[in-house]
């Protein structure tokens, strides 16, 4: 048998040494193996002499392939870290990235700022890693979700549970089809790939859901339509934050002047990029 230092090892020159752009290869193979044994990765680290049964090294293993063919760590252990807690995913909801948290600091602070704004509804939520990471932050707030996703509502609703210990108001829906409050904040992640874009990573054999993605030819097919509509449902001075990608702020911040909105702005994320565009309702 192997030590779990021998698994760890190969794991990690087989990960790098494939055809499969990988950035993070032995901590892939760290959350693998943890996984596998049903400890944490701390406990794994410090477990480097112990052996590992030849069955919990071939379930391993078929981990490994998978995670050699494209498909997501997050995916293989259904769980992904965001903003400090820990989320439920499956293949029916995108996979939270750590520039989301960008979105959530932004509304944080601005919800500080002025506390009697306490309604909120997060539209396109998939995981409800938006509207959940508000709500465990800011436990007062009223916070309203929002999918087109049967899916992923399910999902969201597991995931309020194990973190919040009760569900939110999650409404399966197209974006504001079946909404009928005003609130005093907006917050989405909406799709906004192009249809290029989302073609070629479904080509790809791309696992995330293709219509948490696709957004049109430009990919601001689903951006405008909140733009257009969502004054309707804001009180006034309501703030309206949208993530997208980073080539994708300035049209959307020309989008917010040409309509509802004013104290437009660009917040950028930890790596320097634009990432989030607020406006506020007139």
């Given amino acids: 048998m192997k030590t779990i230092r021998e698994v760890l090892t190969d794991g990690t020159s087989f990960l790098r040494n494939s055809n499969t752009a990988n950035e993070t290869p032995f901590l892939d193979v760290l959350i693998l193996l ?3 044994l049903n400890i944490s990765k701390e406990v794994l680290l410090a477990s ?5 049964e030849e069955k919990d090294e071939n379930i391993f293993n078929n981990f490994l392939e998978k995670r050699i063919y494209g498909y997501p760590v997050s995916y293989i252990v259904n769980t992904k870290e965001f903003y400090g807690l820990n989320f439920y995913v499956d293949e029916n909801v995108l996979i939270p990235r750590p520039d989301s948290e960008t979105l959530v600091e932004e509304a944080i602070t601005i919800l500080k700022e002025f506390p009697t704004k306490k309604k909120i509804l997060d539209l396109c939520t998939g995981s409800g890693a938006l509207a959940i990471a508000l709500k465990h932050s800011l ?3 009223n916070v309203i979700c929002s999918d087109l996703s049967a899916e992923a509502v399910e999902v969201c609703k597991k995931n309020c549970i194990s973190i919040l210990g009760e569900e939110l ?3 399966e829906a197209d974006l504001f089809s079946t909404i009928k409050w005003k609130f005093d904040m907006i917050i989405t992640n ?8 989302t073609d070629l990573m479904m080509k790809k054999n791309w696992p995330e859901p293709g219509m948490a993605l696709r957004a049109g030819e430009d990919g601001l097919d689903f951006i405008r339509r909140i733009i257009t509509d969502s004054p309707d449902y804001m009180e006034k001075n309501a703030y309206l934050l949208i993530e997208s990608s980073i ?4 049209s959307i911040k020309l989008l917010l002047d ?3 909105f004013y104290n437009t702005r660009i917040v950028k994320d930890l790596s320097g990029r634009n990432r989030v565009t607020i406006g506020q309702r007139v």
């Fill in 258 to 260: 040409s309509g509802k």
């Fill in 34 to 36: 943890a996984y596998t």
């Fill in 190 to 197: 909406p799709p906004y790939l192009t249809d290029i874009e």
């Fill in 48 to 52: 480097y002499p112990d052996k590992i």
């Fill in 169 to 171: 108001l999650i409404i």
């Fill in 139 to 141: 436990p007062e707030l």
């Fill in 247 to 250: 080539d994708q702020t300035e």
